[in-house]
């Protein structure tokens, strides 16, 4: 078991869905992020979140929206999507400021396909 | 502002030989830290090794290793007696000691491990 887990694994959506992505860790962690990945492209960080606080929005356009409800939980909710958003998203999370030589513990992601 | 770069899409290697994955990076940071995550089919990114770049000297975990050579800034890994398990994407990543927020990633590496 990962300790970071996400749903679902696979999604498709229409342009004109919404939709969102759910990420949860039990790991004691207090900053969470998402990343984009897509192929032949290195990862893109798109939000991060620290104590509940979003401290990072990497330019990231608005049909994409996150919430983080408290340390553990993390959502992305999409709306009116386009077919160049189709990717793997990934969350991941870790210890903040204070322990910076601690990586990420990543989940399994999630694979969305617009159409 | 940060960068990382793999220059090998591809590598390829035969079950209990020896590979070396490559990455260089652009900093003007003296502190910082430096990992290599591997992401298996089933797309969960592990940690496989990290380096302060305070320290010298170079990370082991067990068959895997890095060679870091800080003044050309580059950070190659070494898996030796490799596994037909050890097939996967590896990605080169950095992380500054003062903004503890980014983790960032190369392109990536697809390793082959042929029987």
């Known amino acids: 078991e990962t300790g970071v887990t996400q749903t679902p694994r696979h999604l498709v959506m229409g342009m004109t869905n919404k939709k969102s992505l759910k990420c949860e860790q039990h790991?004691?962690?207090?900053?969470m992020y998402w990343y984009k990945q897509s192929a032949k492209k290195p990862l893109e960080l798109m939000f991060v979140?620290?104590?509940?606080?979003?401290?990072e929005n990497n330019s990231v356009p608005s049909r994409f929206s996150p919430e983080c409800p408290n340390s553990s939980h993390l959502f992305l909710h999409l709306h009116t999507l386009q077919p160049e958003d189709s990717a793997l998203y990934l969350c991941a999370s870790s210890q903040a400021s204070g322990s910076t030589g601690y990586g990420y513990t990543f989940g399994s992601g999630t694979r969305l396909t617009v159409v | 502002a940060q960068t990382v770069t793999q220059s090998q899409p591809e590598m390829s290697v035969q079950e209990a030989e020896t590979v070396t994955l490559s990455c260089t990076y652009d900093?003007?940071?003296?502190?910082?830290?430096l990992f290599w995550y591997k992401q298996p089919p089933s797309r969960q990114m592990i940690l496989v090794i990290r380096?302060?770049?305070?320290?010298?000297q170079n990370a082991t975990e067990n068959r895997f290793s890095v060679n870091f050579q800080k003044a050309a800034k580059s950070f190659s890994l070494k898996i030796s007696d490799s596994q037909l398990g050890d097939a996967a994407m590896y990605f080169c990543a950095y992380r500054s000691a003062r903004n503890t927020d980014k983790l960032i990633f190369g392109t990536g590496t697809r390793l082959q491990v042929f029987p």
């Open positions: 790991l004691g962690h207090n900053a």
């Open positions: 979140y620290n104590f509940k606080e979003q401290t």
């Open positions: 900093t003007s940071e003296s502190d910082y830290y």
């Open positions: 380096q302060e770049a305070y320290k010298q």
